[in-house]
């Protein structure tokens, strides 16, 4: 199964600097963990700050070529209505997810255009908020 | 790992009656394949259309009883503050769930009182959020 | 035909005690009146003032038990999504009904939980808004 | 016993064309029938586009010469002030009636400046509703 | 000089019928004694339940044939754009008065389309706002 | 092809008075150019400050007699529900045209219970807007 | 009869600084005017930039002391709870006047405290609505 | 004189557990210490986490069994228009208390359904808030 | 004990006039029968009109000089963040309160800029309010 | 005349893949159609899912490279006021156009920070919403 | 140069107390320091708890008696519309200070009367917010 | 010091073009003056439209390259969540400039997200802000 995760604007600083932060796990290291708990299955990885860069990314992974998208947005969860929209053009399942809770945050947070059209949505678990969504996809 | 499930108001039509609506699975059905898949682990269940009640359990079990709570509190999810200050009071972590995506439904299920004191929040895999909170705990 | 009739917190005070404020006339004494106004057809009752056992009346009704509800939810019907989504769930049609006109009240009197999943609506005739609620029930 | 029904704004349409909208009976062929069941009571009937003419009738009518006064306002009930004064200047009960449940459409038809000031309202039995509105008003 | 009093929606009721309500003095009394208080000028008076009406009155007189209009729009003060668009387009100065005080009322009554275009405004002074309306328009 | 331009309040002024305010071009001089413009198409014209002969005349044109209704309702734009209703009951395709651009007016113009109902909107281009409506209903 | 003018904040600098933006004439030289225009009463007044004092002045002159008091509390009519409680605690009639129409003005300035209140209002003639507040206390 | 104090949801968890929480005392030894405060009182008590158990208990106590009510309703305080119905139903003073200041906590927490309806409201002074209730209960 | 009681706009008037709105009883006496109560304790008090002289005080008094601030702020409680940040200022507990239940009240006046930065507060028990904070202050 | 169409994000999905959603005519095929129908005029063409590259766009041709913009700025109408400073600072007529009545779509797509800035705006015609731009801006 | 420095409500605790708090700088010292900064420039300094006060000083001093005014009105910045008003009617620049960032504080300081009628704002810098608008003073 | 001033969208045009919207300047020229006034310090400069590049420069300069960043994010300042992330995740100091009195403008830009995870913010003083946060950034 080939799945891709879209990791929205500053997610790149996950784990790299600030560890007091974001943790202690960069998302590589991440990354290389959940790719061994799932050997059976292809998973890409694609990171912007760009809304655009973003968009273009769903665009192209959306339409066959990938089985399912992992979108977390980051801040652009929040503002970015072309975001969602171009989640609901493609025919791939995308699921929302997040690494903290975003209802314990500032009230800005509380509202996402992602949500309603995404097939479902994840948060609160840290990183393995992402594992949750691959399996999730897989039972499809 | 002694988990508890909580159902709160109509939840228990689901599969039941009106498989138009709730779908053809009734929760019963879907708890003997969710405890097989589990088989090293308890998972209990509780559903109540008595908001008091739901408290009660949380209190009774929320202390050491279990390891976690996987709540889905149907429509009070979305007016009762009573049960979250329960799911703040218990020492056990509490996992919301729900089985449609709620940002596709009515302005009024997009907020929630419970979703900011839960450790996280699973919502629109249909019953499989269920499977998903699990493995979320034992991952916790 | 079966109907039944549902009272919601606080209607038990009607006509009992307070006098002044609830009218001269108990539910009971009302209620013998209008089984004698539609003799060929069984009119039962139920009140509570839990939200929940509420929602347990509706579920065991709604579904061929009754050819139709008559709901005066009380202050329930400014407060409750968890009766609202009873009402949507079962087949038999339900009819809100208020005794006094709940648009001259305050202003948190004015959004209806239960309006918009009922049949219809009826309010500010006192008592004889039961009896209108029944003739509707028969003329659907 | 003297009555008069008031239909406001598009209500001419009912029945007449576009039968798939407004269904299949014309107000005057229901009108005939609702005289025929109340034989004892004068039905009277006005129906216009203009907010003003409807103010005029009400005042004409409403000191003296008709017992009560069945008014549905059409998309009027939502935007004029002036005939909800008009209701309260009068004499004659007034009741507010709706062929479809309001609550069920847009949010812009859930205020009612009418409302607050009719004796009571009754909505969604179809054009039963005005059926409903006769007998509540010979009940007063 | 040449006034023109505009009266709105229900303002024919005035102490005609209702006299409770509405105070003793009708409004053609109260225009015989307020021509008598001001000899010199002429005061003609149009009143109109219907908004286009108001409106087109405005345009008839605004344009050079009275020196100044004193318009009590009644009920459509709060609700009539049109009515404000046609005050701005004419020439003569406009003056809104109100009998009772409409910020002691509620609070739907507390916002104006008419008092931004206008010249000035003046309310609560019972019928004597509108002889104080003359007094400004001869001092203007 | 036969036409209709439906003008609502105060639109009557346009170019005839206050040339300042509304420019040197009569709505009269406007139409008989376009109609020279378009010299196979029938266009009639209809302007009324009173909301209910707008209703009454999209009622009389909107189910055959003519093929499209162009729409500037003025300021009514902003406050006629009832007008909105008759757009949606006729069988005809409406365009709402606006003369300035309502956006870059005061905010109470910047909502329209018109355009959700029109099929199509067109507003900023002076009377030029119109034009472009017919060219739009030529297109359909 | 005796009469008390109140002026609020800033209203000192009338006429006397800045009279590009406050007008020619000083409040004291229309004051003067004023109480040539009413030989019979007498006028005093008070002018005070601190909330505190005008309540002082108020309570003062309201039991008794004075027939009426005329209050433009500038920019406190929109922002002082205190001087409007202290307008309803004393006897004597309040009539609240404003040089300038404040509802052409920003929004923050279209709330008043003061309004609902007071017998009555006088918005918009410039100096001249004092005048017109007095005209209207020697009628009431 | 019999007074009841009455606490809702989630305070039966008072002092019993997760004292760092909610203090060191349990409800049950602090009602001792009231008790021997007030030899000459009777005061019972009664905990509910259920909404309707909390309505009943106020319907059967306060007409006439106890001269006072305190009540704390924890979160239904907030949500239930219900209870405060039922404090509006009876003859004996309810007084509210809270132990916490619930305008430091978050904003749904500010508005409160049941301060309007009770005799007084006491809140942020710890348990000793019930003493204070007792002894204004005493001075009524 | 040393305690301070200030006492915002219009507080003043208290028995001394108006006596129907304010009740028989003036504040000074209330006060002498306050301090017989209690013997032990030296109770201060101040009074004004003045925002700014309430701060003053607050400051003067709060740093030692008391052990306790009994403030009813009047209408400021609703508009003066300034004697809010005061209040937070100062190292003396300060409470809270109200002569008649606020939340009775208009709804301007439910919110508290006091409140949240207070120890605690008391309403609706008229001058009793006062020996209730009095009492409060001594136990904390 | 050199023309501008600048398309927004998403837009690159016209009619080129999910006809079903955006219709079976690609944007390539239209604009040669449209090319043809304007055979006199140059049109050229830009299309980006970035918000900065369209500013970037806009400020590159706006000051004197084309005689008018025609802008669908997709989801961005709702989100970029970035966009919006861009429009208006260009020297170049923007006209606004939509492809689908944006007043029939969910309420966040109902405002534009676009439209105020714009010469005029156009929506719901389909593809021909571009054409009746193109007329328009030839008429400026 | 001659500049004045006015502070608000509260500011006169600067450094004197509460320490902890405000900083350990008195803005006397401060004061001390900022005029050997500036050794050509003479800087005056007003504190007052009383808005009213701060308005006269900004009235005696705005008409040519010093060059700028650098305003801190502490908590009058949220609630003083006649401040602003002040501020507004002066012809010396007034620059807005605050000591700290009033944006990362509770959101009823985001909101500034002052803010928009001041000629430029600085916040969040210490008291070294006061020596940059020194600076800016300087520039203009 | 090494000092890092960013530009956001459309402050490319400063002073390049449409000078009499822009002023004179442009930024490049005001640049080279800046640094002359700073001579023993390095002043880089960075502008783009583009939301991620933005916050690309920021995550590159933020963690030790430079001593503390100047930004003016243009639009973005009230819309963009995810600049305001970036800048709430560096370590060195940002400082908000606005050239204009951004709170003299449309309520839109009142509003900002930037602000309250910057250090401090300066508004109003043209070009010179820049200069201004220089100086802010050295006493830090």
Known sequence: MNILIINGPNLNLLGVREKNIYGETSFDNYLEKLRKRFPDDTISYFQSNIEGDIIDKIHES???????????????????????????????????????????????????FIAPVCTGSISGFGLDSYRLAVEALKEL
């Open 62 to 112: 959306g339409f066959g070529k990938v089985k399912g998208i992992i979108l977390n947005a980051g801040a652009y969860t929040h503002t970015s209505l072309a975001i969602a929209d171009a989640v609901s053009a493609v025919k791939a399942p995308v699921i929302e997810v997040h690494i903290s809770n975003i209802f314990k945050r500032e009230s800005v947070r509380h509202h996402s």
